[in-house]
T-cell receptor
Framework: GESVGLHLPTLSVQEGDNSIINCAYSNSASDYFIWYKQESGKGPQFIIDIRSNMDKRQGQRVTVLLNKTVKHLSLQIAATQPGDSAVYFCAENAPGAEAAGNKLTFGGGTRVLVKP | DGGITQSPKYLFRKEGQNVTLSCEQN?????MYWYRQDPGQGLRLIYY???????QKGDIAEGYSVSREKKESFPLTVTSAQKNPTAFYLC????????????FGSGTRLTVV
């Protein structure tokens, strides 16, 4: 498969354990955040999003936490499975983005490796 | 099902050739984007288009060109001026709304031979 990042930070997790992936975002004015999952050789897939008026949002087996004070975003994956092995990206959207094509700013990504 | 289709999945280019990567969406999205992905460097924006017949340069537009003649299509041409074109190219779309996120295609891997 295609390697999307040979030098990405890597999180190695035992199957069944919880994973926590962190992201420091750049713009204190950003008010919308997304986590994407990218499997080898494929395009990124939406996992979960959160708006800045929330601190926490839960999905199926995933939780996103937002700390605006320190500009930090995290993705928690419960009971990590082999299918969770992928690269995970955070992205942010800031006010004024409409005038610039609603551009998202992406983080560098974290590779998650699930050990059986 | 609605989505974005990129083709081909793999593309090989000889030195000095121009090649065109296809991106088609049936999501009725107004905005479309091209990103380049290199190992360890995340996603870098090449070009984007908010409406038909209009497009804007992204952060790394040199050596690339695009067109947006139809809402559903946003092809990317990698010209011979792009000296290091080997990369994974991703197309994405957005309904043209803030806080809506992107839908991505499955990517095209371009290799110079």
């Amino acid at each position: 498969g295609e390697s999307v990042g040979l030098h990405l930070p890597t999180l190695s997790v035992q199957e069944g354990d919880n994973s926590i992936i962190n992201c420091a975002y750049s713009n204190s004015a950003s008010d919308y955040f997304i986590w994407y999952k990218q499997e080898s050789g494929k395009g990124p897939q939406f996992i979960i999003d959160i708006r800045s008026n929330m601190d926490k949002r839960q999905g199926q087996r995933v939780t996103v936490l937002l700390n605006k004070t320190v500009k930090h975003l995290s993705l928690q994956i419960a009971a990590t499975q082999p299918g969770d092995s992928a690269v995970y990206f955070c992205a942010e959207n800031a006010p004024g983005a409409e005038a610039a094509g609603n551009k998202l700013t992406f983080g560098g990504g974290t590779r998650v490796l699930v050990k059986p | 099902d609605g989505g974005i289709t990129q083709s081909p999945k793999y593309l090989f280019r000889k030195e000095g050739q121009n090649v065109t990567l296809s991106c088609e969406q049936n999501l009725n999205h107004d905005a479309m984007y091209w990103y380049r992905q290199d190992p360890g460097q995340g996603l870098r924006l090449i070009y984007y288009s908010q409406i038909v017949n209009d497009f804007q340069k992204g952060d790394i537009a040199e050596g690339y060109s695009v067109s947006r003649e139809k809402k559903e299509s946003f092809p990317l041409t990698v010209t011979s001026a792009q000296k290091n074109p080997t990369a994974f190219y991703l197309c994405a779309s957005n309904p043209g709304q803030y806080k809506a996120g992107y839908t991505f295609g499955s990517g095209t891997r371009l290799t110079v031979v």
